[in-house]
């Protein structure tokens, strides 16, 4: 059971825009940074979103993060058949004194 | 371009215990301007981190594996490893080591993990 909450799995079409949600608590994205990461099919992770909602050079502004108090989003707009992948949120988590993951999110795209 | 490269035993069998090293390249560990990080994904589950360690030395480690884990930095040949004790099935996993950019500010822990080494997988049977 992962310390922070995301849906399992999301589907959309192409074009379309999704949110993936990230849930935790005040000990973790209530008093922390959040990361974000996509993993592609047989890859290793790739930063997507860091310090909250800055994006590494590279990576296109179709990708989006934000906080707002226990919780984080990451916004995906002009949903690409390439952007099918498992996604994942980070933080640090004070009181476990541990860098904590979700439990990741399988996106479909249709 | 900084590229990170995971290395060793791809089989270990039950109670022993299970060593990777981590080369890093187009960046120096001495540098200080990272910590370097070992995080592992079980079989179709999500990721957990492992720890961390600065050029110095000095180490964190993720408590529910604590007492089982050593990591280590060789600075002469830009190289970290992770040695995990004791280890059972329940340790097979694909192990990743990564960049750790981190920083303690008064907001908060602001941490982030970039790049990735491709990751190894290590099966614990005997």
């Known amino acids: 059971q992962s310390v922070l909450t995301q849906p399992p799995s999301f589907s959309a079409a192409p074009g379309q825009k999704v949110t993936i949600s990230c849930s935790g608590g005040?000990?973790?994205?209530?008093?922390?940074?959040v990361s974000w990461y996509q993993q592609l099919p047989g890859t290793a992770p790739k930063l997507l979103i860091y310090?909250?909602?800055k994006r590494p050079s590279g990576i296109p502004d179709r990708f989006s993060g934000s906080k707002s108090g226990t919780s984080a989003t990451l916004d995906i707009t002009g949903l690409q058949t390439g952007d099918e992948a498992d996604y994942y949120c980070?933080?640090?988590?004070?009181?476990?004194?541990?860098?904590?993951f979700g439990g990741g999110t399988q996106l479909t795209v249709l | 371009q900084v590229q990170l490269q995971e290395s060793g035993p791809g089989l270990v069998k039950p109670s022993q215990t299970l060593s990777l090293t981590c080369t890093v390249s187009?960046?120096?560990?001495?540098?200080?301007?990272?910590?370097w990080s070992w995080i592992r994904q079980h079989p179709g589950k999500g990721l957990e981190w492992i720890g961390y360690?600065?050029?110095?030395?000095?180490?964190y480690y993720n408590r529910s594996l604590k007492s089982r884990i050593t990591i280590s930095v060789d600075t002469s040949k830009n190289q970290f490893s992770l040695k995990l004790s004791s280890v059972t099935a329940a340790d097979t996993a694909v192990y990743y080591c990564a960049r750790d950019s981190r920083k303690y500010m008064i907001r908060g822990v602001n941490n982030w993990f970039d790049p990735w080494g491709q990751g190894t997988l290590v099966t614990v049977s005997s």
């Open positions: 005040s000990s973790n994205i209530g008093s922390n940074y």
């Open positions: 980070e933080t640090w988590d004070s009181s476990l004194s541990a860098g904590v």
């Open positions: 310090e909250n909602n």
């Open positions: 360690i600065y050029y110095t030395g000095s180490t």
């Open positions: 187009g960046d120096s560990i001495s540098s200080g301007g990272y910590y």
